[in-house]
């Protein structure tokens, strides 16, 4: 099974709610804590580590805290996982060209870096403001597999960019 870390799919959860319009600009890990139901420590730990691959922007002083460091549309799910995970591989071979004993004799390894980019290129394309909550519709309907779904500013995207608004088509209950 494929499947990213706990870590990782807690840091996607509090980027999703640092990114929801209304909410303060800059959070404090206690309240993305409170507000995520992440326990303080591992919010504090994806913290840091967003901020050091610069996703997050990390403010001092009385009224600090976190914030996206650019908007959310222009944050790609492949970023998150790359700070939190490093590279989105299926193989060790696919990430790192000789990390793997039977590399000289496998039949298999010319095809995971294919695979591999696909899912990375899907990532990239995917941007955070993507993950956060939409409508949902039951049944078919005329808006069947459409975007409009989702929030107006990604609809805007999807209507600027042709690989985002088939993504978004994908993914549409």
Known sequence: MLRMSR???YGLVLLTH???GGNPAVRTAQELARCSRVPLPTVSKILK??????IVASQRGRHGGYSLARPAELISVAAVIEALEGPVALTECSAHDGACSLQPTCLAKDHWGPISRAIQRTLQRMPLSALGPRLVRLGGGPHAGSTVGY???LQALGASRPDVAQDMKEVTP
């Open 7 to 9: 870590l990782t799919d």
């Open 18 to 20: 640092m990114a929801q």
């Open 49 to 54: 580590e967003l901020s050091k691959a610069g």
């Open 151 to 153: 929030p107006p500013d």
